[in-house]
Structures are given as structure tokens and as C-alpha cells.
Nanobody, 118 residues
Framework: QVQLVESGGGLVQAGGSLRLSCAAS????????MGWYRQAPGKQRDLVAF??????????DSVKGRFTISTISIVNGKNTVYLQMNSLKPEDTAVYYC?????????WGQGTLVTVSS
């Protein structure tokens, strides 16, 4: 069983930056990917970025060049990944969910709210 804990959301002005973190505990050796999705009010949950344990990354077109997902590292015994978000726009406002996939049913974090004011 893998559990995810997210942190780092908040309120920021347009053009600002935030860094989200996601820590995975449990049978972390079975993890293949870690990533971030987001869901704005009234919209579906969409992929923002993910990274594989081999370091392969993928980004949504809307965040390319502004967001960077870190490599998966071990912090305090937990697989940890960060999402650095720069040049934030009001349309980035959403609840951001960490996600992990591997040799188990995919797992979601509880979500962290990011609000970008204009």
C-alpha cells in the first residue's frame, strides 16, 4: 500500500511562483511514476506533469516552460517529488493532486489548492 501526502499550495499573485511537494510512503519500491494532476472548479481532472523512476518526464502543453517536475528522490525514507511552478497565471488556479502508479492500483493524494490572483 502506498500513501501520498502533498503540501505547498496557497495564494499567489500572477507571475509568482510556488513549489508543491508530494511524499510517498509504503511499498515505494513498486512505484513506476509520480506526477501531478489538477482540477479547476467545474472541469475535469487533467494531467499537469509526471516523471518515471527512470527520469522520463511529460508535461501538459499549457505548463511547458513554466513548470518543472523534479526527479524522484528519497527524503526521510519517502519517495518525494516536487513541482516547481513559475510564471503562474490565473488559469493555473485549481486543486492539484499528486498521483502515483506502479505495481498497484493508482493512488491519489488529498489535493492542495493553488489560487493565482490577477
Amino acid at each position: 500500500q502506498v500513501q501520498l501526502v502533498e503540501s505547498g499550495g496557497g495564494l499567489v499573485q500572477a507571475g509568482g511562483s510556488l513549489r508543491l511537494s508530494c511524499a510517498a510512503s509504503g511499498i515505494i519500491s513498486s512505484i513506476n511514476t509520480m506526477g501531478w494532476y489538477r482540477q479547476a472548479p467545474g472541469k475535469q481532472r487533467d494531467l499537469v506533469a509526471f516523471i518515471t523512476t527512470g527520469g522520463i518526464t511529460s508535461y501538459a502543453d499549457s505548463v511547458k516552460g513554466r513548470f518543472t517536475i523534479s526527479t524522484i528522490s528519497i527524503v526521510n525514507g519517502k519517495n518525494t517529488v516536487y513541482l516547481q511552478m513559475n510564471s503562474l497565471k490565473p488559469e493555473d488556479t485549481a486543486v492539484y493532486y499528486c498521483n502515483t502508479k506502479g505495481r498497484f492500483p493508482q493512488v491519489w493524494g488529498q489535493g492542495t489548492l493553488v489560487t493565482v490572483s490577477s
